[in-house]
């Protein structure tokens, strides 16, 4: 009996698996047995047309293959290139534990790149289960990109043969790819950033409250509301957050190319946040995740913008509250329960009542007040106690001006980013555990007695405190301040829904 390594996707992690094969006398027959999905079996077709093309004998055998361990679902084109192995070296006496093998096969023995053999390779490389990996020449571009592992590449059937019958492999060797974009190199590890502003802040006229509240949650990753009349700006603040969003570790950007590569995209390795805008008519499954990954867990590391907020569905914000409580989701199936990192920015925007004019001075509100309660009322207060910042915008006026860059803003956040760096901390400001809030989020006695005195005057709760000790912390760091002082405090109380 031989095996050789390959690899299946459980949600969003691999599942390494052991490709097992056997010869025995007999009728010739070809079964591939342990819970092989109709792709998996198809295979056997295209490995024998493969096999037959390039001048290999199918050996007139009994041969099984299975695919271990038997109790876990396998899927995926990409175990083609381990069983055709299997069978065409089974008389050759070559060592094929040490390599992870992946690869569509072709009825012409030519190798072909699958969606998840980048995903499988990056999971499997975090889970410390990969050191040596043979994949088609098709997936160098996406996997070269993966950091810590041997990385072999083969164009067809018969090269991959080759491969494990020579000694030297070095001539299929892929060199890692290094990252050009600019970066930080904050405590020895490196954090990249583009300066690329396509839709720039001074663009937006006017606006100057909201425009600073978008720069503190940029740079400390803090959820935001923006409340305000149609035509004020609300969905272009929000579309210019990506672009000033703080850098990026190597980790979160292979994970958003993971989620790309899921999604059947190309992904670009840009050291850039992704930004995903459900309709407001999405359904809860495809916000939250069911059978498919949801929006939520493919916004991770990224933006998630719900524009119209009231109009989305009250299931869907009410399921809205733990991915942004937890930073995760946990996803029951019939069989199993997956679990999806969700540490994304969420970014909301919304009109004052239903015809949008309530705030407005030259417009009259044609609502009444139960239609304005009733609209207010879609929001609940414990979806509000997770938004770090509520803003209520104005409507432009003729001598609104464009006042400050992208350009600006984004130089003020990476240089609160390295702050942050600097202090030891894994997680920005927003996303920062209750620990870490008594670590790092250290008040002078006058901002202390300042937060104990709006505790009791507006009676907040715990998680509420908490947000405005991450907001403080930000705004310190955007004045440069190590300790959070009586204006920091007072600022962040007054991005507090009212």
Do not use: W
Not at 30 to 36: E, Y
Not at 40 to 56: G, P, Q, V, Y
Not at 151 to 173: C, M, P, T
Not at 467 to 472: A, T
């Amino acid at each position: 009996m031989k095996s050789i390594k390959c690899a299946s996707l459980e949600g969003i992690d691999a599942v390494s698996i052991d490709v097992e094969s056997t010869f025995t006398k007999g009728l010739p027959n070809f079964s591939i047995g342990g819970m092989a999905n109709a792709a998996i079996l198809e295979s056997k077709d295209r490995i024998k047309s493969a096999l037959l093309t390039n001048d290999f004998k199918f050996p007139p055998k009994r041969i099984t293959i299975n695919l271990s361990p038997s109790e876990i679902a396998k899927k995926g084109s990409q175990v083609d290139l381990s069983i055709a192995l299997l069978i065409a070296l089974q008389e050759t006496k070559v060592e094929l534990k040490d390599f992870y093998v992946f690869g569509e096969l072709g009825l012409d023995g030519n190798l072909k790149d699958t969606k998840s053999i980048f995903v499988l390779i990056l999971s499997l490389v975090r889970q410390g289960l990969i050191k040596n990996v043979l994949i088609p020449k098709e997936s160098i571009s996406k996997v070269a990109t993966i950091p810590n592992i041997n990385i072999y590449a083969v164009e067809n059937l018969n090269e991959a043969i080759e491969f494990f019958n020579k000694i030297d492999k070095s001539l299929y060797k892929v060199e890692n790819k290094i990252f050009n974009y600019e970066n930080l190199n904050i405590n020895g590890e490196k954090f990249y950033f583009t300066q690329q502003y396509l839709n720039n802040f001074k663009e937006v006229k006017g606006q100057v409250l909201a425009k600073k509240s978008a720069l503190i949650s940029a740079a400390g990753n803090h959820n935001i509301i923006f409340e305000g009349s149609p035509g004020c700006g609300k969905s272009m603040i929000a579309k210019r957050i990506k672009e000033i969003s703080s850098p990026m570790s190597l980790e979160e950007i292979l994970d958003i190319a993971k989620m790309e590569s899921l999604q059947s995209k190309q992904p670009n390795f840009m050291p850039q946040r992704t930004f995903i805008s459900p309709h407001h008519s999405s359904t809860k499954a495809s916000i939250v995740g069911g059978t498919q990954i949801g929006e939520v867990a493919l916004s991770n590391h990224g933006i998630l913008f719900f524009d119209e907020l009231p109009h989305y569905a009250k299931t869907v914000l009410e399921a809205m509250r733990e991915p942004l409580e937890d930073n995760e989701i946990s996803i029951s199936r019939v069989n199993s329960k997956v679990k999806y990192p969700t540490k994304f920015l969420f970014v909301c925007a919304m009109n004052p009542c239903p015809c949008g004019n309530l705030l407005a001075q030259s417009k009259e509100c044609r609502c009444n007040t139960i239609e304005i309660q009733r609209y207010k009322n879609k929001i609940s207060d414990p979806f509000l106690d997770r938004i770090d910042l509520y803003v209520t915008m104005n409507e432009v006026t003729k001598d609104d001006i464009g006042d400050v860059t992208s350009e600006q803003l984004h130089k003020k956040v990476i240089e609160a980013f390295k702050l942050q760096k600097l202090r030891g901390q894994s997680e920005l400001n927003g996303k920062l555990s209750d620990i870490d809030i008594k670590k790092y989020c250290i008040l002078t006695k006058e901002a202390q007695n300042i937060l104990d005195i709006s505790i009791s005057k507006f009676v907040l709760s715990f998680r509420a405190i908490n947000k405005i000790l991450k907001v403080s912390r930000t705004i310190a760091d955007l004045d440069s301040k190590e300790m959070i002082d009586t204006s920091h405090v007072i600022e962040a109380l007054s991005y507090r829904k009212r």
